[in-house]
């Protein structure tokens, strides 16, 4: 294709590109570059513009400009966008997979930190010298961790396993930093090769269940203090009290707690105004809020919200929730107020010092 039978072709294709760089204000190097491929062919010019457009995006419900009035120069820029579309699609669908990418990376990191663990509490076992006598392995291997052997201290690793006299290869569970990890252990491999042992995941384990769900039947019009509960309907692991409405962690780990209720708010012709707090040692961590303005002739308005939290604490930590805005004649209704809370993931390093 030679320039001078594509004349109309090129000149539409340089309005545009002019028009592009105005709308996006483009250093003027890209236009200067562009300019610069006039030289050769319209052919080029046309990929050179689907590039550029990779990383300036236009669309067809953009105002074009005036060189594109006629119908004729119209089809010329839908074909255009449709070329540079089959381009910028293919390159979405590899932006998915280099993100999806990096979420694998990351999980991979968190492998790496529990190997680490399982190296620091292996390092004079997992550096044993080839040796062409198998018996003097075997040997250093026996002498490697005679705690570990007397059952003082939890397996971290398939060395460890293999020290404790497993010899079957499959999935094994180990202590990793914080929680317990499944892992396959390949016996037949030698301690120092990378496919000796293979992470899988983690194993949901915790020493013991912790979960309540509470409520209160009565309304509540005071603030500044923490909220109450009549009745608690489950209080597994005994971290809830119901009466002075503070959960204390009885295991460090990972928590969720959701509270739901329903504010009444009473005739006024003032915005009203209040809000709940979730509080941590005495610190606010969350807050729900809401307001009214009832100045119809309904006695009272009726406003539900929830607060919901996921929260790191620490053995002994301690949880509640109280009102901290309320407005004159506002109070928590009664019959709708409820508390519930569990232990999500322990964190075994801490439980089983």
Same mark, same amino acid.
């Given at each position: 294709?030679?320039?001078?039978?594509?004349?109309?072709?090129?000149?539409?294709?340089?309005?545009?590109?002019?028009?592009?760089?105005?709308?996006?204000?483009?250093?003027?190097?890209?236009?200067?570059?562009?300019?610069?491929?006039?030289?050769?062919?319209?052919?080029?010019?046309?990929?050179?513009?689907?590039?550029?457009?990779?990383?300036?995006?236009?669309?067809? #419900?953009? %105002?074009?400009?005036?060189?594109?009035?006629?119908?004729? $120069? *119209?089809?010329?820029? !839908?074909?255009?966008? @449709?070329?540079?579309?089959?381009?910028?699609?293919?390159?979405?669908?590899?932006?998915?997979?280099?993100?999806?990418?990096?979420?694998?990376?990351?999980?991979?990191?968190?492998?790496?930190?529990?190997?680490?663990?399982?190296?620091?509490?292996?390092?004079?076992?997992?550096?044993?010298?080839?040796?062409?006598?198998?018996?003097?392995?075997?040997?250093?291997?026996?002498?490697?961790?005679?705690?570990?052997?007397?059952?003082?201290?939890?397996?971290?690793?398939?060395?460890?396993?293999?020290?404790?006299?497993?010899?079957?290869?499959?999935?094994?569970?180990?202590? #990793?930093? %914080?929680?317990?990890?499944?892992?396959?252990?390949?016996? $037949? *491999?030698?301690?120092? !090769?990378?496919?000796? @042992?293979?992470?899988?995941?983690?194993?949901?384990?915790?020493?013991?269940?912790?979960?309540?769900?509470?409520?209160?039947?009565?309304?509540?019009?005071?603030?500044?203090?923490?909220?109450?509960?009549?009745?608690?309907?489950?209080?597994?692991?005994?971290?809830?009290?119901?009466?002075?409405?503070?959960?204390?962690?009885?295991?460090?780990?990972?928590?969720?707690?959701?509270?739901?209720?329903?504010?009444?708010?009473?005739?006024?012709?003032?915005?009203?105004?209040?809000?709940?707090?979730?509080?941590?040692?005495?610190?606010?961590?969350?807050?729900?809020?809401?307001?009214?303005?009832?100045?119809?002739?309904?006695?009272?308005?009726?406003?539900?919200?929830?607060?919901?939290?996921?929260?790191?604490?620490?053995?002994?930590?301690?949880?509640?929730?109280?009102?901290?805005?309320?407005?004159?004649?506002?109070?928590?209704?009664?019959?709708?107020?409820?508390?519930?809370?569990?232990?999500?993931?322990?964190?075994?390093?801490?439980?089983?010092?």
């Amino acid at each position: 294709m030679n320039l001078k039978g594509n004349v109309t072709q090129l000149m539409l294709v340089l309005s545009l590109v002019r028009y592009k760089l105005r709308v996006y204000n483009e250093n003027k190097l890209i236009l200067s570059t562009i300019l610069k491929m006039a030289r050769f062919s319209a052919f080029r010019l046309v990929v050179l513009l689907m590039t550029w457009q990779t990383f300036a995006t236009f669309t067809l #419900g953009e %105002k074009l400009p005036k060189e594109f009035d006629d119908a004729k $120069s *119209k089809e010329t820029y !839908e074909v255009l966008v @449709q070329q540079i579309n089959k381009i910028t699609k293919p390159l979405a669908a590899k932006l998915a997979l280099l993100e999806a990418k990096i979420t694998e990376l990351e999980v991979q990191v968190q492998r790496q930190e529990s190997l680490i663990t399982s190296m620091k509490n292996q390092e004079s076992t997992n550096n044993l010298p080839v040796s062409e006598n198998s018996e003097t392995n075997s040997a250093l291997v026996r002498n490697a961790d005679a705690d570990l052997r007397q059952g003082t201290r939890l397996p971290t690793s398939c060395l460890d396993l293999r020290v404790n006299g497993h010899t079957s290869s499959g999935l094994y569970s180990i202590m #990793g930093s %914080k929680f317990v990890e499944t892992v396959f252990c390949d016996f $037949s *491999k030698q301690s120092f !090769e990378t496919s000796f @042992q293979k992470w899988i995941g983690y194993v949901d384990v915790k020493t013991a269940p912790v979960y309540f769900y509470v409520n209160r039947n009565s309304h509540l019009p005071t603030a500044n203090v923490s909220i109450t509960y009549e009745s608690a309907r489950v209080n597994v692991g005994g971290g809830m009290n119901a009466a002075t409405g503070k959960f204390t962690a009885p295991r460090t780990g990972i928590y969720f707690f959701s509270f739901s209720a329903v504010a009444a708010f009473p005739a006024s012709s003032t915005l009203l105004e209040f809000s709940v707090g979730l509080y941590l040692n005495g610190t606010l961590i969350g807050a729900s809020y809401v307001e009214d303005a009832n100045i119809d002739s309904v006695n009272h308005h009726d406003c539900p919200f929830s607060l919901q939290s996921t929260v790191s604490l620490n053995k002994g930590d301690q949880i509640w929730l109280q009102i901290r805005l309320l407005s004159s004649r506002v109070y928590l209704a009664n019959h709708y107020t409820y508390f519930t809370g569990w232990l999500i993931e322990e964190d075994l390093s801490q439980s089983l010092l």
